[in-house]
C-alpha cells in the first residue's frame, strides 16, 4: 500500500498559477502510474492528469491541456501538478492516486486538497 500526501492547494483569482505536490510512501515502481483528480460540489469525481514513474508517459483531460503540467520528482516521490491560467471552473478538491500500471483501476488515494479560483 502506498500512502499519498497532497498539499499546495489554495484561493487564487481566475489567470494566477498554483502547484499541487503529491508525496508518496511507500516502494513506488517504474509502471506504476500517478494520478490527479478533482471532485467539484455536486459533480462527479473526474480525471485531470497522470504520469507514470518511469518512463515518458502522461495523459491529460482536455480540460486542462495546455494549462496544467504532471511532473515528477523520483528522488522524493513526489508528483507535482502545475496549473496555470486557472478559471472559476477548476474549483475542487484535488486528490491525488496511483494504479499499479496504465489501464487499473487507481487503488491508493490522498486525502484531498482544496482549490478555489474566484472570478
Given amino acids: ?7 499546495g492547494g489554495g484561493l487564487v483569482q481566475a489567470g494566477g498559477s ?5 508525496a508518496a510512501s511507500g516502494r513506488t515502481f517504474s509502471s ?5 483528480f478533482r471532485q467539484a460540489p455536486g459533480k462527479e469525481r473526474e ?10 508517459y502522461t495523459s491529460y483531460a482536455d480540460s486542462v491541456k495546455g ?12 508528483v507535482y501538478l502545475q496549473m496555470n491560467s486557472l478559471k472559476p471552473e477548476d474549483t475542487a478538491v484535488y ?6 500500471r ?12 482544496q482549490v478555489t479560483v474566484s472570478s
Fill in 95 to 100: 486528490y491525488c492516486a496511483t494504479a499499479p
Fill in 102 to 113: 496504465v489501464g487499473v483501476q487507481y487503488d491508493d488515494w490522498g486525502q484531498g486538497t
Fill in 18 to 22: 498554483l502547484r499541487l505536490s503529491c
Fill in 1 to 7: 500500500q502506498v500512502q499519498l500526501v497532497e498539499s
Fill in 47 to 56: 480525471f485531470v492528469a497522470a504520469l507514470r514513474w518511469g518512463g515518458a
Fill in 67 to 78: 494549462r496544467f503540467i504532471i511532473s515528477r520528482d523520483n528522488a522524493k516521490n513526489t
Fill in 32 to 36: 506504476a502510474v500517478m494520478g490527479w
